[in-house]
């Protein structure tokens, strides 16, 4: 993943429209200005200038990329020159699902312990009750989890997402483009300890509808059910944001039909106790990294 450093370099670029002047002005020499921006370009697998013409101009990707992160690498900027006044370093402690910590929360602790490099983060893996009992008890600053809290806490929404089925490629759901949930409960699923919020979710609408259903294999981690269901044990109903290019190798991504397979995950904090700066600064980062 690109570093800090190497935006920083970049955006720098893109407004002096010179390389020499962009290293000037954040106190380093050209040439290792000039590795930033090559390493960022390999990273991101694109050209970013035109080092052809002179000042040095922007690629039509490089236009794009410089819109998107130089508003972010200032953000960051005057949010460490504002904790750096304040002389605050807190621990920032959170609680989330499993696949919200693998596969929403790495990029945020990135550029977060870039920007912040003696600020410690506690990330804890915990079902919703499990979160909302260790925000109420002041064990953690914020908990990631449903829009449905106690009166007591706040929420702000971060991401909506749909959920989706995962099947084997040889699995007999496989060539459906959607199922329902009848369909789903027809075989053996696969899933999170009981108490995460999908599976909660599932087995409440099966509840309801009165439809009868096996839990044939229970994981602790998102990583182990997608295994597990690629070698044919079981079918799953999983967030789309934990499937990655290389599952459609193994797996089958089925939409799921119904209202329940919309959901919006977001920072509950609790309503009479305000974030530190440390946490405050955690949660901006975090809603710039997903993009709402």
């Not at 920083?8 to 290792?32: D, M, N, Q, W, Y």
């Not at 960051?76 to 904790?83: E, P, T």
């Not at 509840?207 to 839990?215: A, D, G, H, L, S």
Request: with cysteine.
């Amino acid at each position: 993943m690109p570093e800090l450093p190497e935006w920083r370099v970049f955006c720098a670029t893109a407004k002096f429209h010179s390389i020499s002047r962009a290293a000037e002005s954040l106190g380093i020499g050209s040439p290792t200005a000039t590795k930033q921006i090559t390493k960022l370009e390999e990273r991101l697998g694109v050209q970013l200038l035109d080092r052809t013409r002179r000042p040095v101009q922007l690629t039509p990707m490089g236009e794009r990329y410089a819109a998107l992160a130089s508003p972010l690498v200032e953000g960051f900027d005057n949010m460490v020159g504002s904790v750096a006044a304040e002389g605050t370093s807190d621990p920032v402690s959170v609680t989330a699902p499993s696949g919200f910590i693998s596969y929403k929360l790495p990029d945020a602790v990135k550029f977060f312990q870039d920007a912040f490099p003696h600020n410690q983060v506690r990330i804890y893996s915990r079902t919703k009750s499990e979160a909302i009992r260790m925000l109420s008890d002041g064990d953690v600053d914020m908990a990631f989890v449903d829009p449905q809290v106690p009166p007591h806490i706040d929420f702000q929404p971060l991401i909506t997402f749909e959920r989706v089925l995962i099947a084997a490629r040889n699995h007999p759901l496989a060539q459906q483009y959607e199922a329902t949930i009848d369909e789903i409960a027809r075989y053996p699923l696969t899933f999170l300890r009981a108490g995460t919020t999908t599976r909660t979710m599932l087995e409440a609408e099966m509840k309801r509808q009165e439809i009868p259903y096996e839990v044939g294999i229970e994981l602790d981690h998102i990583e182990a059910v997608k295994r597990y269901v690629s070698l044919g044990l079981g079918v799953s109903v999983v967030p789309e944001f934990i499937v990655e290019p290389r599952d459609r190798e193994s797996l089958a991504i089925i939409r799921v039909q119904g209202s329940y397979a919309t959901e919006q995950i977001g920072a509950a904090t609790l309503r009479e106790k305000p974030l530190t700066t440390s946490a405050s600064n955690f949660l901006m980062v975090l809603r710039q990294s997903v993009g709402q």
